[in-house]
């Protein structure tokens, strides 16, 4: 017994003696240290990585770039898309889809780089509206109180489309604003509670052009008119808006045209009538806008009746989840 505890200890004596020289070989060559992980960059992955991004912002009116973070950008938004006097939780649901757009566009397309090299601009033709003049203390609650959110389906960012006044119902992409690719499994036609709040002016409307207006708008598509003389509704969609219209014998996409003619003078293409008079056509409508995602007017009437900002976005976009990004 004494003659194997003898040998034991001398096997962990031979195994201590082993491991110091072991050990003042891998001192002389010490192990490489880890890799630095590469700085996150970019806004889109700054906010995916859980911080607040900045954005440079390029200003139209007196050609500036500067440096400004993504939270104070969606209040000029805000602030510039909808009245900043209107229940904070309807500004709060604006506040969410304008820091998803955001993200979304400068993640598909990157933003106004290729125009200012800059992430975002002031022109709401180039990227959203913005007017930092406009911002009051309900502006700044509905950004905090959504701070960091956005929408998403599927892990990725929703195209956060809305409308001022979809009339009765919002439309489907293909259908307002005669979307090119596969319709948004996200994007649904619901029924609009705006019906009770929009203004006179929304609700039905009566414009008249000329035709050299319409031609005009036919030019900016590329197309000539046919041998008609008259404009009238070709098709119509799920909702009753004007799909197609027949211009003066040509065919043009509805949605299309009425961004040719001009969005704020053809209100939406929820067309009851159109009479050719001469060179005269005038349309009879309803609502303002695309009609398709959020409307507006829509997002009043839900805040009115107690709806969270959340609530609201998912009142209008099917299957989605709000995220919080970052804090």
Known sequence: MLRNRRFLALVILLLLVAASGCLRRLQRFPLPAP????????????????????????????????????EDYVAGVVAAEMDPKWPVNALAAQAILARTFTLEELESKGGTRALHGTDVSTKVEEFQAYDPTRVNDNVRRAVQITRGQVVTYGGKFIRSWFSAYAGPRTAMAKEGLAFKGPEPPYIQSVRSPGVRYAPPDEKSWTVTLTRQEVEAALAK?????????????????????????????????????RVAIGSTRLKSILIDEISTNGDRVTFRGRGYGHGVGMCQWGAYALAKEGKSPQDIVRYFYKGVRVDRLYR
């Open 35 to 70: 890799a630095k992980k590469p700085e996150v960059t970019g806004p889109v992955a700054v906010a995916r990585s859980g911080r607040e991004p900045t954005l440079s912002l390029y200003d139209n009116k007196t050609g500036q770039r500067r440096n400004i973070k993504l």
């Open 221 to 257: 598509m590329n197309l000539r008119p046919g041998r008609g003389s008259t404009v009238s509704v070709a098709k119509r969609g799920p909702t009753g808006r004007a799909v197609a219209l027949n211009v003066y014998g040509t065919q043009v996409p509805g949605a299309d045209f």
